[in-house]
């Protein structure tokens, strides 16, 4: 049994997290905090009422620290390199689900999110917590960067046909639509029920601050690759992610073969499932779940591959990654919690 903390529980990230933690075994729940939202978790998060006895404070480091062993920090980018390094210092374990330890570039990091980073120290200390990839350096982490929403679809999504195909590869296209839920809880015009309702709309086209981790860590898995073109767009719905993949390679492949080589990859995958030749993935089947559901087609001359990603944004694309980390790290069951 572990102490575990909730910093950001007033966010839909930090519910999440909290939901999932209280129906783990091996987790209790010693530490929630926010700074715009204070009381009974059951007064923020009226659906939580019954389920929990927590009440949220304002973020105090000497309180977390004495309650916690293990720190989730749901807050927004820029605020977590405020906090990690007294974690970290105190000897306690520190998964983020900002963006900012993900890019190990300092310069990149400023490029895309406006703002110097203040922790270099900690940067390249972090593993990034795709378990799927990185399993093993998870198991010895003491610091996870939670991956993105975005890119744990790409790059669950690319994974198997970079590694192995890259020098067949002529380009690369993501055409991602995500839920209102991943821009966060914030009062904004633009994610209005009337502005958002019987809509859709691509944003930040080809200026995405997801692109370069994407771009990051598929070229560590594969060396040099094509530019990554990548096009986010506003789905008119609460949860989830959907990403249709165009991948333009120099040579023919079969859909059979492309097929073996996904179902090979991930064969021991728990939270992966590869479709049938023929079916695609929806957002329906994954919604409130830690899985990720891929569908595949190669075009009649081979030589365009169509990739279909599906998540929950805020279950595997967040907070049940970030379990699914926590499990990892502490030795546990890596579904416990999850399913």
């Known amino acids: 049994m572990i102490k575990a903390g909730i910093v950001g529980v007033s ?4 519910k999440t997290v909290l939901e999932l933690l209280l129906k783990h075994r091996q987790v209790r729940v010693t530490y929630t905090s926010a700074n715009n939202a204070h009381g009974k978790i059951s007064e923020i998060w009226p659906d939580l009422a019954g389920k929990t006895d927590l009440v949220c404070k304002k973020f105090d480091f000497n309180d977390a620290s004495q309650a916690c062993e293990l720190i989730f920090l749901a807050v927004p980018h820029t605020a977590s390199m405020a906090l990690t390094p007294q974690f970290l210092n105190a000897g306690i374990l520190v998964i983020d689900l900002s963006g900012d330890y993900r890019l190990d570039d300092a310069a990149d990091y400023e490029k895309w999110y406006g703002t110097p980073h203040t922790d270099r120290n900690h940067l390249t200390k972090a593993v990034y917590g795709l378990p799927e990839l990185y399993r093993e350096d998870i198991k010895k982490a003491k610091f996870i960067a939670n991956p993105g929403c975005y890119p744990t679809a790409a790059i669950l999504a690319l994974a198997p046909i970079t590694s ?14 995500s839920g209102i839920s991943g821009a966060g809880r914030k009062a904004s015009v633009a994610l209005n029920f009337t502005e958002t309702n019987e809509n859709f709309k691509a944003y930040k086209v080809l200026n995405h601050q997801h692109a370069p981790e994407i771009d990051l860590y598929l070229s560590k898995l594969s060396g040099n690759l094509p530019k990554i073109h990548f096009v986010p767009h506003l789905l008119p719905v609460n949860h989830g992610i959907l990403e249709t993949i165009y991948v333009q390679l120099e040579d023919s492949v079969s859909a059979d073969n492309i097929h073996k080589l996904y179902k090979r990859f991930y064969k021991t995958e728990h939270f992966i499932r590869v479709l049938e030749l023929g079916k695609q993935p929806e957002l329906k089947d994954v919604v409130k779940t830690n899985y990720c559901d891929i569908g595949l087609a190669v075009s009649e001359d081979g030589k365009l591959l169509v990739i279909t ?18 499990n990892i790290m502490n030795g546990f069951n890596e579904t ?3 399913q």
């Open 336 to 338: 416990e919690g999850l």
């Open 309 to 326: 990603a599906v998540i929950d944004n805020l279950v595997k694309g967040a907070a049940g990654q970030a379990i699914q980390n926590m």
């Open 164 to 177: 192995t195909h890259q020098d067949k590869i002529h380009s690369i296209i993501i055409d991602a639509k």
């Open 11 to 14: 966010g839909y990230s930090g």
